[in-house]
């Protein structure tokens, strides 16, 4: 699977964990985050995330944005819409539409460990194509008082290629104090030509964790070819 440097050359996220749950971040373009959390959000609720990414390559340095809302009604699932734009700099952006689901049969706080089911596609708006799909399981544990580990498998298809892979991704949260946070995460795939993508990420809560601010760095593990860097903020936008 290919992503724009974090969208667009990984295999999500590890979206981290909000106070009232976890907004929907995977493989397809969108944060800095590759691996799904399996944690909803509150019942009844909006989550709404903003992004913004530099990438640092050696042919042309490349920049996106991207914004999102995760709803969830009164069920054990949750749906995500994005849209965000994609290019160059100082040049044409293509503009892309992303759609992703996650559905839950075990939580994490009532059964001691979170367990579903999440899918997802991307439309490319700028060139009237799908590009991307993916299936996948989410696995989340508690280790320790302060340290949450995630785990993703599944398979994504590239329409263009025709092409089917499986999608791997491992991640950790650590709270290191009330308010700071640390994220991990390394994710990819089964294609033999495409290198492990691993990200760092710093997100403080603020607000009583209405609101977290993230920065956050990834390349491509063994190749190091991009330097991408993020800046985010997700916030919880709606109650009905």
């Known amino acids: 699977m290919q992503r724009y440097g974090g969208w667009m050359a990984a295999a999500a996220g590890l979206g981290g964990a909000l106070a009232s749950g976890a907004a929907l971040s995977g493989p397809l373009p969108g944060d800095a985050y590759d691996i799904i959390e399996a944690e909803l959000i509150d019942r009844r609720s909006g989550t709404g995330e903003l992004w913004h990414q530099e990438v640092d390559r050696s042919d042309a340095d490349r920049v996106g944005t991207f914004g999102a ?28 539409l992303d759609v992703e689901g996650l559905w839950l049969w075990r939580d994490r706080h009532r059964d001691g460990y979170g367990l579903g ?7 490319d708006i700028s060139n009237d194509q799908r590009r991307d799909h993916f299936l996948l399981v989410p696995l989340t544990v508690d280790w320790g008082q302060r340290t949450t580990v995630h785990a993703n498998l599944g398979v ?9 892979d499986g999608i791997w991704g ?12 640390v994220i991990l995460q390394v994710s990819g795939d089964t294609e033999s030509d ?3 993508r691993g990200a760092f990420g710093v997100r403080r809560s603020l607000l009583d964790d209405l609101v977290q601010v993230d920065l956050a760095y990834g390349r491509e593990m063994s190749s190091g070819e991009d330097d991408e860097f993020y800046l985010g903020v997700s916030f919880d936008a709606i109650r009905f």
Not at 170 to 181: A, I, K, M, N, Y
């Open 194 to 196: 495409n290198d492990a």
């Open 156 to 164: 994504n298809h590239t329409r263009e290629a025709d092409d089917t």
């Open 117 to 123: 089911l999440a899918a997802g596609a991307d439309y």
């Open 69 to 96: 809302l995760t709803t969830r009604g009164t069920g054990n699932w949750q749906t995500t819409v994005g849209l965000g734009t994609e290019g160059i700099e100082d040049e044409s952006a293509n503009a892309f």
């Open 170 to 181: 491992l991640g950790l949260d650590w709270r290191f104090t009330e308010r700071w946070d």
